[in-house]
Each structure stands twice: as C-alpha cells, then as structure tokens.
C-alpha cells in the first residue's frame, strides 16, 4: 500500500470518530437532564444552548472536513518530489521549507472559520467581547509562535535523524551505546519541554494584560487558603479576560518554582467573594496533589518510551523501512522529515488515542480530588452555584454523553462533577 492511501485512511477514521461523537451528543440531547442540573437553563436559554451547540458542532466538523481535502490534495500531488527538486535535494531544506509552507497553509485555511466562529457564531450568541484588532493580534502571535516552534523541531528531527548513522556506525551499536543515545535524546527532548512550558507563559501574558491584585481583604483570605500547603504561591495576578470574552476563569499556574494565581477581572466583578474563594480552594488542591498510582502509571510510560526508543536505535529495520516505504509512495529521493512525521504519527495513532484517554481519565481524578479540597474548606455551596451559573452564561453542554465524557474530557462532565460535591457535602446522601 503507497502511504498516500495510509494517511488517508487513518484521517478518514478520525473524522469518522469525531463524527460519531456528534452522533453521540444529539442522542443525549434527546433525553430529559438530570435532575441535579435541570435547573441550570430555563426553556429559551435551554433552546439557545442546543441551538449554539449544534452550530458549534456543524463548524468543527466543516473545519475538520475542509483541512482534510486541502491535506489529501496535498498529500496525492506531487508537492513533496517538487519541494525537494527545488530546494536542491537538501534535506534541512526541503524538511524546513515544507513545514513552513504546509503550517502557513493550515493557519490560512483555519482562519476564515476561526474569524466565523468569532464574530459570528459567538457574536451571536453574546459570547465574544474580543474586537478584530485583538482577533488579529492573537492569530498572529499563537501562530507565529506555532510556526517557529514547529520549525525549531523539525530542524531538531533532521539533525538527529541525518547524524544517527554515523552516530551508530552504520546501524552497528552496542546496547549500552543505544542506551546513551537514547537518554539523551530523551533528555534533549525534557529541555525542550520546559523551554516550551517558559514560552507558552509568556505568549500567554502577551496575550492578556496582567496586573497585580491590590493589597486587601480578597487577597488577604487568598492567602488564607494556602494555610498548611507546603507550596507557596508568590503572585496573585489579574487578566483581562472581559476584552475578549464572557467567560470566567481563576486558575493556578506551576511552572517549577513559579507558582502564580491568575484571576479573570470579569470573575471578581461579577461573582460573589465566596465563589471566588471556593475555585481558588480547588487550584490549591491540584497544589496539595500528592502523587498516586495514574501519576506514577505516566512516568512508567514515559520509561517504555525511552526503552522503545533505545531497542530501534539498536535494531532500527523497522524505523528504515518505514523511511524506504514513505520515498517510495512519493518518489523522493531523500527523506523529508515532514512525510515522516506524519506516517509515524498515523501508525501510532492508536497509542496516542489511548494515551489521551488515559491522561483525561486521570485529570478528571485530580479535579475531583481538588473539588474536595473547596468542600473540605466550606465552599461546596458556593461551587455548585458558582457551576450553574457560568454553565448557563456560557452555554456550557451540562449533560454530555457518557462515552463522550470518557474519552474527550478532561474534567469531570456536570452531572458527576455536582453529585461528587453535593455527596461531598451531605456524605450520607
């Protein structure tokens, strides 16, 4: 089979996984809620809500269909003989100037349905405050920062893939010596992920404008929540997230020794202190998080990874044929690392579905282990409001599907999240 037809393949059954989701959806909005949230949306705003999430759901699947086409006509032309022809066979090249082309190309496709979800669909539904100026700053800076990221990475693949051959002596390596290789690139590979986690926190504080919180009684009683937590938060910032958005948010940001409270300036305006209290409890919580069995579940993974990485460094036939298959299907000379990404993220699509389901499942423990953390500290009250209420403002889907809920979500979906506090405050219910 030339991989051409392998990448169609696996596309074609992620979009049909994301079709049936949808399916999933509009059978659960079919039945009555349940009591636990059936007081959220009146009848209009309940219309509102189906009628938004329906159109929510026609946009991403046109999206998706869209970037798909645009992916195949690529795929099936001859772009990728024709990119290495012109850039001399040079594989930096050729691999570098395919990335920039083909994420330059995704980000002008995206944008025309980024713009209609925006300033129509969101406008719509009075959910958007963001301005075009703004629309445009973000689009420009979020994807600047893709594209140079993903540039940097590729440069990275390249090198490591062009030099492994002399690193091995043709493919001729001790064990030991692929063990070397191996935690190294590993470890490469960690320093890059925090040089990211460095670089997402500051793309985010260009995004958004943040300023201290005042000296007072709120971040006084903030302060007050951290009592018995051996890890301390220095900074107690506020964003503007009312320019762009109805949305609240209160979040607590871990990057190593930085630990930093982010507070919407629309949630303290309009919400009362309490509940206010009540979300910052629960981000103490993920503070207070003590490492469990899925914690550890991950670094296991995260081992057979560097294991597996280590065996096809010393017995690399497999990562060889791959790369004689993908010059094969698209008649290329030398190995574009782009073609390669993308066979090497399709075979392993399975794992990383898998993964995925996982990590969710595991997010949505630790978020229930946090919303006990703010019941515990006498905010349950005040968090199920507090719920109801942004899930009304914000046409938030309070009963989604079961499956739905278990794969996609990485927090718990309304109804288990209110039950597992209103059982938190009333434990005999």
Same mark, same amino acid.
């Given at each position: 089979?030339?991989?051409?037809? &392998?990448?169609?393949?696996?596309?074609?059954?992620?979009?049909?996984?994301?079709?049936?989701?949808?399916?999933?959806? *509009?059978?659960?909005?079919?039945?009555?809620?349940?009591?636990?949230?059936?007081?959220?949306?009146?009848? *209009?705003?309940?219309?509102?809500?189906?009628?938004?999430?329906?159109?929510?759901?026609?946009?991403?699947?046109?999206?998706?269909?869209?970037?798909?086409?645009?992916?195949?006509?690529?795929?099936?032309?001859?772009? !990728?003989?024709?990119?290495?022809?012109?850039?001399?066979?040079?594989?930096?090249?050729?691999?570098?100037?395919?990335?920039?082309?083909?994420?330059?190309?995704?980000?002008?496709?995206?944008?025309? !349905?980024?713009? %209609? *979800?925006?300033?129509?669909?969101?406008?719509?539904?009075?959910?958007?405050?963001?301005?075009?100026?703004?629309?445009?700053?973000? !689009?420009?800076?979020?994807?600047?920062?893709?594209?140079?990221?993903?540039?940097?990475? &590729?440069?990275?693949?390249? %090198?490591?893939?062009?030099?492994?051959?002399?690193?091995?002596?043709?493919?001729?390596?001790?064990? #030991?010596?692929?063990?070397?290789?191996?935690?190294?690139?590993? @470890?490469?590979?960690? /320093?890059?992920?925090?040089?990211?986690?460095?670089?997402?926190? $500051?793309? !985010?504080?260009?995004?958004?404008?943040?300023?201290?919180?005042?000296?007072?009684? /709120?971040?006084?009683?903030?302060?007050?929540?951290?009592?018995? +937590?051996?890890?301390?938060?220095?900074?107690?910032?506020?964003?503007?997230? +009312?320019?762009?958005?109805?949305?609240?948010?209160?979040? /607590?940001?871990?990057?190593?020794?930085?630990?930093?409270?982010?507070?919407?300036?629309?949630?303290?305006?309009?919400?009362?202190?309490?509940?206010?209290?009540?979300? /910052?409890?629960?981000?103490? $919580?993920?503070?207070?998080?003590?490492?469990?069995?899925?914690?550890?579940?991950?670094?296991?993974?995260?081992?057979?990874?560097?294991?597996?990485?280590? %065996?096809?460094?010393?017995?690399?036939?497999?990562?060889?044929?791959? #790369?004689?298959?993908?010059?094969? #299907?698209?008649?290329? +000379?030398?190995?574009?690392?782009?073609?390669?990404?993308?066979?090497?993220?399709?075979?392993?699509?399975?794992?990383?579905? #898998?993964?995925?389901?996982?990590?969710?499942?595991? @997010?949505?423990?630790?978020?229930?282990?946090?919303?006990?953390?703010?019941?515990?500290?006498?905010?349950?009250?005040?968090?199920?409001?507090?719920?109801?209420?942004?899930?009304?403002?914000?046409?938030?889907?309070?009963?989604?599907?079961?499956?739905?809920?278990?794969?996609?979500? *990485?927090?718990?979906?309304?109804?288990?999240?209110?039950?597992?506090?209103?059982?938190?405050?009333?434990?005999?219910?």
């Amino acid at each position: 089979m030339l991989a051409q037809y &392998f990448l169609l393949i696996v596309s074609v059954v992620i979009l049909c996984f994301q079709w049936i989701g949808i399916l999933l959806s *509009d059978i659960q909005k079919k039945k009555p809620l349940p009591e636990i949230v059936s007081d959220i949306y009146d009848a *209009d705003r309940y219309k509102k809500f189906i009628e938004y999430n329906s159109a929510k759901k026609k946009l991403k699947l046109v999206t998706s269909i869209s970037c798909l086409l645009v992916d195949m006509i690529v795929i099936f032309s001859p772009f !990728f003989s024709l990119m290495e022809k012109n850039y001399n066979y040079s594989v930096y090249r050729t691999t570098i100037y395919t990335t920039l082309i083909l994420i330059t190309l995704s980000l002008i496709i995206k944008l025309p !349905f980024d713009y %209609y *979800d925006t300033f129509k669909l969101e406008a719509k539904f009075e959910l958007n405050k963001k301005t075009l100026r703004e629309f445009i700053k973000d !689009f420009l800076v979020e994807g600047i920062f893709g594209l140079v990221v993903s540039v940097a990475l &590729f440069a990275l693949f390249v %090198y490591v893939g062009e030099n492994m051959q002399k690193w091995t002596n043709n493919y001729q390596v001790s064990m #030991s010596k692929a063990w070397i290789i191996s935690l190294s690139i590993a @470890s490469v590979l960690g /320093l890059i992920y925090a040089l990211l986690m460095f670089l997402s926190y $500051g793309i !985010f504080h260009l995004l958004y404008k943040f300023t201290p919180l005042e000296e007072g009684e /709120l971040r006084t009683k903030i302060l007050g929540l951290l009592d018995g +937590s051996k890890k301390k938060v220095k900074y107690i910032n506020v964003y503007n997230e +009312s320019k762009k958005s109805v949305k609240k948010n209160a979040f /607590l940001l871990k990057l190593f020794w930085h630990r930093e409270f982010g507070i919407a300036d629309n949630f303290i305006t309009g919400n009362a202190q309490r509940e206010l209290l009540g979300v /910052l409890s629960h981000e103490v $919580g993920h503070l207070k998080h003590k490492k469990n069995l899925l914690n550890y579940l991950t670094y296991i993974f995260v081992a057979l990874c560097i294991v597996a990485l280590a %065996y096809i460094i010393y017995s690399p036939k497999l990562l060889l044929s791959i #790369s004689q298959w993908s010059r094969a #299907s698209f008649n290329l +000379s030398i190995n574009n690392y782009y073609v390669l990404f993308l066979i090497a993220e399709s075979i392993i699509t399975p794992i990383l579905f #898998s993964l995925m389901i996982f990590q969710n499942y595991r @997010s949505r423990q630790e978020e229930y282990e946090a919303d006990r953390e703010s019941v515990k500290n006498g905010y349950g009250v005040e968090m199920i409001e507090l719920f109801k209420s942004i899930c009304k403002e914000e046409l938030v889907d309070v009963n989604p599907h079961p499956i739905n809920e278990f794969v996609k979500y *990485d927090h718990p979906g309304m109804v288990n999240r209110l039950t597992a506090i209103k059982n938190g405050i009333n434990p005999a219910s």
